[in-house]
């Protein structure tokens, strides 16, 4: 029989064992079948084979035989919040806190026990914390692929006559049905620049619209932005990737099929194809039309990346882009310059929904 000094401390190590352990497994499914992450579904597995190893320290038959799940206190003491769960992410969040809880728990009163074993599951933990990590990073990039995937309207804009200026105008935009802004201002200086992506990655965010940098990746890391473009002329998609890291987004401007898959190749997440037609906000010598935009849709069935097309495009045009097969566009003009940028946007969400 237990030993009644140490059935309390049995009972508890045996609750925070199983507790862990529904973690770990609550944790691993989400891997497994909600991120589909090959290297996360193996660091997991093999953290809670390690957790198991280490629990085999403990005289299983003392917790087993200290346990009295119908006389425990704590069973229907619920608060409203466990029932409630929204999105995978909360669940993943509760799993993770419920492991680490228990593994803290296991740790300091498995050291009454056995002192080896604190020191087991001390390492267990701290694997834990990177896990954590890993998977709200896998996570969080993966809802911004989604919102990228689920994108079709970007529009770029820049630092326009002040900060709240700027402000309402991209909290009205995005109501409107902007889905990815770019701050782009060859004009204006670093600070200037620093403070309105402030602003913009944190509005954009409470309107579930993407905020992107153009050219510059040290901004996009230094604002929390959701990502950075950059054009032939700029750092290499490899390069910018290295600055702003796995869970933001690199997209690439292309004019030619060279350079699109020169693009995927180099991990881009977009691309914008263009210029399609000539357009107020930058000057070109040539264009590559809509004939360009034929050529990646063509292209595009071998290896699916969002691709936008860019260059002088509005509602009234809009038509010759939709007929190539592009269902996504990044304009300027044709919002920033509209006498009423709402309805211009309104206009080219319709068209670009309906397809027509
Ligand atoms: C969505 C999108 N596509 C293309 C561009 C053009 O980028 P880039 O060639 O680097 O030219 P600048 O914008 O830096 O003048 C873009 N910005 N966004
Ligand atoms: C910044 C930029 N890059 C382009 C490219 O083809 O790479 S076209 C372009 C201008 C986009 O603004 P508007 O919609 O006003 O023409
Ligand atoms: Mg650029």
């Known amino acids: 029989m237990v030993d009644d000094s140490f059935r309390a401390v049995y009972r508890i190590l045996d609750a925070s064992a199983n507790r862990a352990n529904e973690g770990f497994r609550t944790l691993e499914e989400f891997v497994r079948f909600g991120l589909e992450n090959k290297t996360l579904v193996a660091a997991a597995k093999q953290l ?18 200290a346990r009295d799940a119908s006389s425990d206190v704590g069973a229907s003491a619920q608060t409203v919040s466990e029932y409630h769960r929204k999105t995978t992410d909360s669940v993943i969040t509760a799993a993770i806190e419920r492991v680490q809880q228990s593994l803290r728990v296991l740790e300091e009163y498995g050291k009454i026990v056995d002192p080896a074993f604190g020191r087991d599951i001390e390492a267990i933990r701290y694997r834990a914390y990177n896990l954590h990590r890993d998977v709200e990073l896998q996570s969080w990039v993966g809802q911004r692929l989604q919102r990228l995937a689920d994108s079709r309207l970007y529009v770029l804009i820049d630092c326009m006559s002040d900060e709240e200026a700027f402000l309402t105008a991209i909290r009205k935009w995005a109501a409107a049905g902007v889905d990815i802004f770019q701050l782009r201002d060859k004009a204006a200086d670093d600070r200037t620049l620093y403070q309105r992506a402030l602003i913009g990655a944190k509005v954009a965010a409470e309107s579930d619209a993407l905020f992107v940098i153009n050219d510059r990746p040290d901004l996009a890391v230094a604002t929390d932005a959701d990502g950075v473009h950059v054009g032939q002329d700029e750092l290499p998609p490899g390069v910018a990737r290295r600055l702003v890291g796995p869970d933001r987004l690199v997209g690439v401007s292309t ?56 260059g002088g495009i509005t509602a009234e045009n809009l038509g010759q882009v939709t007929e190539t097969g592009f269902h996504r566009v990044a304009v300027s003009g044709a919002v920033t310059a509209a006498a009423d940028p709402v309805a211009e946007i309104q206009r080219l969400k319709r068209k670009l929904e309906s397809g027509r």
């Open 255 to 310: 004019h030619d099929l060279t350079q699109v898959h020169a693009a995927i190749d180099q991990g881009a997440d977009y691309i914008g194809c263009g210029p399609t037609f000539p357009g107020r906000t930058k000057q070109f010598d040539s264009f590559a039309g809509p004939e360009f935009l034929r050529q990646v849709h063509a292209a595009d069935k071998t290896r699916p990346l969002p691709a936008f097309a860019i």
């Open 48 to 65: 809670r084979h390690d957790f198991a190893q280490a629990l085999a320290r403990l005289p299983r038959i003392q917790l087993v035989s």
